[in-house]
């Protein structure tokens, strides 16, 4: 899959610290969500996400993580 460079530039961080890979999770209200995801069961606590709308990013943590999540899951 084609990860955006936005994308990378936002998770560049976590992944130069990590194990951890980019996975798109979906869109959700014209976002497309992405997430770092890792091969092993970790306790990272709240995920951070980044997504896309109209090429400006977007940064979502905590709570809304969960429930973006969620809501990417049921569909």
């Known amino acids: 899959m084609n990860i955006p460079d936005i994308i990378k530039e936002a998770f560049a961080y976590d992944i130069a610290n990590s194990e951890g890979y980019i996975e798109r999770l979906g869109v959700k209200d014209g976002v497309e969500w992405f997430v770092l995801s890792y091969d092993e069961d970790l306790e990272i606590g709240f995920p ?6 109209k090429g400006k990013l977007k940064e979502s943590y905590g709570f809304e993580s969960l429930d ?5 899951a049921k569909n």
């Open 68 to 72: 973006i999540i969620d809501s990417l």
């Open 48 to 53: 951070t996400l980044y997504g896309l709308k």
